[in-house]
């Protein structure tokens, strides 16, 4: 298996410029999760890794070796897509040998990989049938499957679980982690769920219109996120922010004053000047109930999960703020609280999303 690495790649139709000076890399054997709102270029990245598309800059490395103009069949990837795009006629056994056979790979060999990728994707049983007797995830497994025969260097997902329904994503993603593990392959997956990419990933690439915002560990984005669009993407149900005004420092920390009420958080860099704007961040988790300070808010909506439960309250600003309960099964609807957070788990960013260290 081979790693992948970009340096100042770039992308253009065009005038719009899509993929703007990206350079990432995802070791030998890991599995780099490309995650992102709709748009910001995380399926043409995947695609110019692959070949798909031309790249208008920079250099694309796979296994060391340059591949920026090289035909996507000498590559060494194989790509998955949200499109299982199986041949009914054929069956299974034939869907994942279908590569091998186009290639004139003798007919003992083609069996014995099929057999093989049957065995790792729990589809031995299923060899026979055709692609309509499957399940959805049935189905996905098979794609994989045809890209696993091809021993690739690289494995490339572009969303492939969209087309399940939850349960089966839930199971999909588990099915994912096992086969990394198993086989130990350098992968490369794009997806628009934070919670896919979070429990899926070693390393996770943030990307908002054509540029990555951060890249990481996945617990590392969650805990020290560079900026606000990082922190509020990173995460569910999302980070908290209210905007505020610097009022003082003290001992590492600032006090900050919103409509809904202080909180301070704290800092590692130089503090803010009084009187300047921030926005704050917490995490549902974070926030508890007080007794003195923090911010007023109402109540509205309960989510009741069973042992933990997402309060959906109200400021009297009208910000929405959503704070985590465990434990407690008091009915708390139209209460007003005060809620708050200790500064260590209280984020400071600028106006413009910058983080303030």
């Known amino acids: 298996m081979s790693g992948v690495k970009l340096t100042n790649v770039k992308k253009s139709f065009g005038a719009h410029d899509v993929i703007k000076d990206v350079s990432l890399e ?15 270029g995380k399926s043409t990245l995947l695609r110019m890794i692959a070949g798909l598309e031309e790249s208008s800059g920079g250099t694309i490395e796979i296994g060391g070796r340059d591949v920026t103009h090289v035909e996507p069949a000498k590559r060494g990837v194989a790509m998955v897509f949200q499109s299982y795009a199986l041949y009914p006629h054929l069956s299974v056994a034939e869907n994942m040998g279908f590569s091998l056979r186009l290639a004139r790979a003798p007919r003992h060999e083609r069996e014995e990989k099929v057999r093989e990728a049957a065995r790792i994707l729990q589809l031995t049983d299923h060899l026979d049938k055709k692609p309509s007797a499957l399940s959805g995830g049935q189905r996905q497994r098979v794609a994989i499957g045809r890209a696993i025969v091809r021993e690739p260097e690289v494995f490339l997902f572009d969303e492939p679980l969209s087309n399940l329904d939850a349960e089966l994503r839930v199971q999909m993603r588990l099915e994912l982690t096992r086969l990394h593990r198993q086989i130990g392959a350098t992968m490369i997956y794009v997806t628009h769920d934070q919670v896919e990419a979070m429990t899926l990933a070693d390393d996770i690439f943030v ?11 996945p617990l590392h984005l969650y805990d020290d996120p560079d900026n606000r669009f990082v922190a509020g993407f990173i995460g569910s149900p999302a980070m908290n922010f209210v905007d505020a005004v610097v009022t003082g420092s003290d001992d590492g920390t600032i006090t900050a004053a919103a409509e809904e009420g202080i909180l301070r958080a704290a800092l590692r860099g130089p503090k803010p000047a009084e009187g300047s704007r921030v926005v704050l961040g917490v995490r549902p988790e974070h926030l508890v109930p007080t007794e003195t300070g923090g911010l007023p808010v109402t109540v509205e909506v309960a989510e009741e999960l069973g042992g933990n439960s997402y309060l959906h309250t109200r400021s009297a600003s009208g910000a929405d703020i959503v704070f985590e309960r465990r434990g407690s099964r008091d009915r708390l609807e139209g209460q007003r609280l005060s809620i708050g957070a200790e500064p260590d788990k209280v984020f400071a960013f600028t106006p413009e999303g910058a983080r303030l260290r």
């Open 26 to 40: 995802v070791p030998k054997g890991e599995f780099g999760v490309f995650v992102g709102p709709s748009g910001c």
């Open 207 to 217: 990307l908002k219109g054509g540029h990555v915002m951060q890249a990481g560990r």
